[in-house]
């Protein structure tokens, strides 16, 4: 007992010389700690980074008191550095107020690491509020433990939160998680790099199989913004120019309409005018039924697909709860989060093809030059503005743990890449280097709309030709995906335990090129060719309907279930399954697509018209597009600032503040910029085009 009070008093007066002193008489005390318990708590791990003939055995009472409750760099290269660790260690043991607090904001090994509190942010706001003879500097640090012993297997689940998507402390982390990594919190001095800590805790943790690294973009000073730069000062100027057109648009709107195209103008600013429009839930007389809960629903469970990965950056004191939900079999449905975006392409198909074969019946030609044009003006201005704004304002606007990674690191590729993204090509460029990783879609949606222009004159003018060449590019883009996942060992569903650089390799290899995910929307194109004809308007009787119905929602809940298998604890990839869900999912959901949006056109949807039909589908079509671009912002905005772990449950799926903002700025951005500029377009470049929401 006397050796228990005198560590336990030890550690209180933060005398760490002390402590440990009284630790190893603690364990040396077979009253305390016998022979056996110590034999019985051996371990065998190895280290992921070094080579060792056989595995080092380490008992949990040393990697417990080894694990750095203190972190002193008295191994520094900088000088500076060294004296202010030793500074640190001297005003700890005089009790000192600032070196109290850099000791209090360090992260210590907790109680439940089993249940997957592994990640500890320690304090980070007491941390940069150390001022005193040194400055602290807070970073995170990212460890790895490797077990080699099969029979430490469940062990290793524990520790790593059930690996429910494999990560290594080298993967990239803006976008995708190190999920498997544990993030620990360290307060330094400010004089003191992220090399430095790092090869302090590797120094410490060594042969104890114990992997480490710390990124210098996970450090954080107090007070330190980034400098300002060209493309800053253009970002305010941008911002504070649509504040000014918005306000003028507002005050001097009277409620007429313009005469003049500056009147005009400072109308299409006007916040009255747009929010009018945006509430404004009167169908239009070209509107194609079923398209706005179309839109809704997948836009919907692909937002919950979104926000599961946003909520894998965060930490939670029952991770593991996290893996083993992910890993039950209901969960296929967010992991086949695939057909939710092949819906928008099939959609974006449909209303492009529908809308260029109303103006080859009309002019017998398209527009090219206004197409384009229009194209631009419905996508870019919003696009550019979230970049400009991801990029230069939003990471002055706070701070957190894991801010560095998730804001200011995604807002450095920005700046270096955002110019692919001006001309529509990042999609090319795989997400490791893509500002804003969800628009993906938008470059794809381009591409295969510019492609759409020429082969719906082929398909007007040379019916057979154009038929045929459709048909041959759907089939070669199936083959492409059945292939890619041979090649290179991918999948396009997300399957329990694949790795962060499987997910990256499947994305840069197919789910983001237009070749591979063609299929659908080319479904979508001879939809609306054959619902334009009016070739199947056919007469159903009851019973067909219902089977018409039940054939639908078969095939619909074949193609999600189907790879389920997949997604439960303990799958192994196999190239087969993955390669015929990759190759044949686009098809079948393009045909459920096709069936149901046939029946709702056709007055063949009975009592559930009213319901797709109804008042809020029609509203979150006229904010779509801004609920698409704004969401991951918001998500990882609340990643950033997150400053501890909380209780998981999947209801934080649905966490109400959040969607309540992601739907008010969605709203904020669309009378503010999506529709000022369409209106500009009309004004400037004539009012030829109905405006189709593609997206």
């Not at 990239?172 to 919190?185: A, D, K, N, Q, T």
């Not at 870019?380 to 990029?391: A, E, G, K």
């Not at 492409?480 to 569903?493: E, G, N, T, V």
Request: net charge positive.
């Amino acid at each position: 007992m006397a050796a228990i009070a005198c560590a336990v008093l030890a550690v209180l007066s933060a005398h760490i010389a002390a402590a440990r002193e009284c630790i190893e008489l603690t364990i040396s005390d077979n009253t305390i700690i016998t022979e056996s318990i110590l034999n019985s708590t051996i371990l065998k791990l190895s280290s992921k980074n070094e080579t060792f003939e056989e595995s080092v055995p380490v008992n949990v009472v040393e990697l417990w008191e080894r694990f750095p409750k203190v972190v002193v760099l008295r191994n520094s290269t900088g000088e500076q550095c060294r004296r202010d660790s030793q500074l640190y260690v001297d005003s700890l043991e005089k009790l000192e107020l600032w070196a109290l607090k850099m000791f209090d904001a360090t992260a210590k090994p907790p109680s439940g690491i089993l249940s997957g509190n592994g990640n500890q942010y320690g304090d980070f706001d007491e941390c940069l509020s150390v001022d005193g003879a040194v400055r602290g500097k807070y970073c995170l640090a990212s460890l790895l433990l490797s077990f080699e012993d099969k029979k430490y297997e469940k062990l290793d689940y524990l520790v790593h939160s059930g690996h429910y998507i494999k990560s290594n402390i080298t993967d990239m982390g803006h976008r995708v998680p190190r999920f498997s990594s544990l993030l620990w919190g360290v307060c330094i001095p400010s004089s003191c790099s992220s090399f430095d800590l790092e090869e302090e805790l590797s120094q410490r943790l060594s042969g104890l199989g114990v992997s480490v690294r710390v990124h210098n973009t996970m450090c954080t000073v107090k007070d330190v913004r980034r400098p300002y730069s060209f493309g800053k000062a253009l970002s305010i100027t941008f911002f504070l120019a649509i504040l000014l057109l918005l306000s003028l648009g507002t005050i001097f709107d009277d409620g007429k309409e313009g005469m003049t195209n500056f009147e005009k103008l400072l109308n299409a600013f006007s916040l009255k005018r747009n929010l009018r429009k945006v509430f404004d839930l009167s169908d239009s007389p070209t509107k194609v039924k079923g398209i706005d809960a179309f839109r809704g629903m997948n836009a919907f469970a692909l937002l919950i697909a979104h926000k599961s990965m946003a909520m894998a950056h965060s930490p939670y004191v029952n991770k593991v709860s996290f893996s083993e939900v992910f890993g039950m079999p209901w969960a296929v449905i967010g992991r086949s989060a695939i057909l939710y975006t092949d819906s928008f392409l099939y959609l974006s198909g449909f209303l492009n093809a529908h809308n260029l074969l109303q103006e080859l019946d009309r002019k017998g030609t398209i527009d090219l030059k206004n197409r384009l044009v229009g194209r631009w003006f419905r996508l870019f201005p919003l696009f550019v503005s979230l970049m400009l704004f991801c990029t230069y304002i939003l990471p002055d606007i706070s701070n957190g743990p894991q801010w560095n990674l998730v804001v200011e690191e995604h807002s450095r590729v920005c700046e270096k890449n955002m110019w692919k993204s001006f001309l529509f090509i990042h999609n090319y460029f795989g997400f490791e280097e893509m500002c804003l990783t969800h628009t993906h879609q938008i470059g794809m949606d381009m591409q295969l709309y510019v492609a759409t222009l020429p082969l719906m004159v082929l398909i007007w003018k040379a019916r057979t030709l154009g038929w045929s060449l459709l048909v041959g590019i759907a089939a070669a883009s199936t083959l492409l995906r059945y292939l890619a996942i041979h090649w290179y060992d991918i999948s396009m569903f997300v399957y329990y335990g694949i790795s962060v650089q499987k997910l990256l390799d499947a994305a840069r290899y197919s789910y983001i090129l237009p070749t591979h995910r063609a299929t659908i929307y080319l479904i979508g194109v001879v939809m609306a060719y054959f619902m334009r004809s009016k070739k199947f308007n056919i007469s159903l009787s009851s019973a067909q309907v219902k089977l018409l119905w039940a054939s639908c929602f078969a095939l619909a809940a074949f193609t999600i279930v189907s790879p389920y298998r997949m997604g439960l604890e303990g799958y192994k990839y196999e190239h087969g399954p993955a390669a015929l869900f990759a190759a044949f999912s686009p098809i079948l959901w393009g045909i459920f697509m096709s069936m149901m949006h046939w029946a709702i056109c056709n007055n063949y949807a009975g009592s559930a018209t009213a319901f797709l039909e109804s008042r809020p589908f029609k509203f979150f079509n006229n904010i779509a597009y801004s609920v698409y671009l704004t969401q991951f912002p918001i998500f990882f905005y609340n990643v950033g600032v997150q400053r501890h772990a909380e209780f998981y449950t999947p209801l934080l799926l649905l966490h109400a503040p959040e969607m309540l903002a992601v739907l008010v700025i969605s709203i904020m951005a669309t009378v503010a910029i999506e529709m000022p500029f369409n209106q500009v377009y009309r004004i400037y470049f004539g009012n030829s085009q109905k405006k189709l929401k593609e997206i």
